[in-house]
């Protein structure tokens, strides 16, 4: 079971740190990432990192999100820093548990959570 936390409203230029809580590892090896959802818009990646400590971000995101993890506390984090109107979404957390290697397509994960709510306005 994975958990969002930390989503909320900010005014453009700002940050804010969401986290997603993993109740179990069922593999030392994973891959996680972090997708985001516009009511009639198709689920993208922000941000994936795998067991091996790889990232990847897609370039509308790259230099201003990243992803962590605290593996004592079975935790993924996204920093998000200077935000801007569009990255208003609905915010997941997903994960696959036996593979490696990162990636930000939604269908190579298994697992996700409920959603944490962003909104950036202008």
């Given amino acids: 079971q994975l958990v969002e936390s930390g989503g909320g409203s900010v005014q453009a230029g700002g ?3 969401l986290s997603c809580v993993a109740s179990d590892y069922p593999s030392n090896i994973y891959r996680m ?9 198709e689920r ?8 091996a400590g790889s990232t990847v971000y897609p370039d509308f995101v790259l230099g201003r999100f990243t992803i962590s ?11 998000m820093n200077s935000l801007k109107p569009e990255d208003t979404a609905m915010y997941y957390c997903a994960a696959r548990y036996g593979v490696i290697g990162t990636s930000t397509t ?5 697992h996700w959570g409920q959603g ?3 909104t950036v306005s202008s």
Avoid: H, I, M
């Fill in 33 to 41: 990432g972090w997708f985001r959802q516009t009511p009639g818009n």
């Fill in 44 to 51: 993208e990646g922000v941000a994936s990192l795998d067991s």
């Fill in 15 to 17: 940050s804010l740190r």
């Fill in 69 to 79: 993890r605290d593996n004592a506390k079975n935790s993924l984090y996204l920093q």
């Fill in 106 to 110: 939604p269908s190579l994960y298994t």
């Fill in 116 to 118: 944490t709510q962003v």
